[in-house]
């Protein structure tokens, strides 16, 4: 269908956007941290950098359902599979460094005869990070309310994802802002608290795109057919697709023949098969092609 292939152009496009303005907030964050030897805005990046790739796992999904010749296997494939293998490999390494960096400043200031970390947070710095959180936010606002435009459940996980880790950032700013005014413990502190939160927020996003990584058939095809063809108007069922975890997350593709005196409300036979699908099995994608049944007579 036509209009179901606008929207997925549609949600690639968003996804591409805000897949690059990610990583330039991650440049952003990195540059700020790196400067002013902040280890809390470096632990937040690495939030930023799950963030990123949280979206882009969601644009290879997005990506293989743009297709229309009914022959791509849906998902994520290999490579995807070794790219978070090695995501998790490099959060690993950094944020035990990070850790062990930050636990041995935070106790060495605990003792007054300590120096202290020459962490240069001014008010100039607050500012420009504030108003790139507030882009960040607007981004996955807009993110979020495209999803339930185009009814693509890609960009709404990418966009929970993300929306959930957000207020540990202002969290990390107010830190910095404690540490604007002296208060240089803050930034260590902050940094651990981070570093601990990062498990679960890498734990969720693969929570979110594992049903998309799952190759094996979700629902067998002859069950599907039968429960197709009990909507009025749909004569035929072929070339049907389904994989993904029920429950939580199937993606289904099928071919459908409509019967001659059905054509016209095609759209209204294929709108009230999608919420049986969804009825049944939950969260789903649907992708259906429709066709008119050839006469024989």
């Not at 209009?3 to 991650?26: D, M, N, S």
């Not at 996955?140 to 960009?155: D, W």
């Not at 929970?160 to 700013?173: A, E, G, R």
Request: hydrophobic residues 55%; aromatic residues 8%; proline residues 2%.
């Amino acid at each position: 269908m036509e209009e179901v292939q606008h929207f997925y152009k549609a949600g690639y496009r968003v996804v591409l956007v805000v897949l690059w303005l990610t990583v330039l907030i991650l440049a952003i964050k990195l540059w700020a941290g790196w400067a002013t030897r902040s280890l809390s805005l470096l632990t937040d990046a690495l939030h930023v950098l799950v963030d990123s790739f949280s979206t882009l796992l969601s644009a290879f999904a997005i990506a293989s359902l743009r297709h229309t010749k009914g022959q791509e296997i849906w998902g994520h494939r290999k490579r995807d599979t070794l790219a978070v293998l090695l995501l998790v490999g490099t959060l690993g390494f950094l944020g035990c460094t990070l850790l062990g960096v930050a636990t041995y400043q935070f106790q060495a200031l605990m003792h007054p005869a300590s120096l202290l970390p020459a962490i240069q947070v001014d008010a100039p710095l607050l500012w420009l990070l504030a108003m790139v959180e507030s882009v960040h936010i607007c981004l996955v606002l807009f993110e979020r309310y495209e999803s339930r435009v185009l009814k693509i459940a890609a960009l709404r996980h990418n966009a929970n994802h993300v929306l959930q880790d957000i207020w540990l950032t202002i969290l990390m700013l107010l830190g910095l802002a404690g540490v604007a005014l002296g208060y240089v413990w803050l930034d260590s502190l902050m940094a651990i608290v981070l570093l601990l939160m990062l498990v679960p927020s890498v734990w969720r996003m693969l929570n979110w795109q594992v049903p998309s990584m799952v190759y094996q058939v979700a629902i067998a095809p002859e069950v599907l057919a039968k429960l197709v063809l009990q909507v009025e108007g749909i004569a035929a069922c072929q070339q049907i697709r389904s994989k993904g975890v029920i429950g939580r997350y199937v993606l289904i593709q099928m071919h459908i023949s409509l019967h001659p005196e059905f054509v016209n409300i095609g759209h209204l036979i294929t709108e009230r098969l999608e919420n049986l699908l969804r009825e049944r099995y939950g969260t789903v994608q649907v992708r259906i092609y429709v066709k008119q049944l050839s006469s024989r007579s």
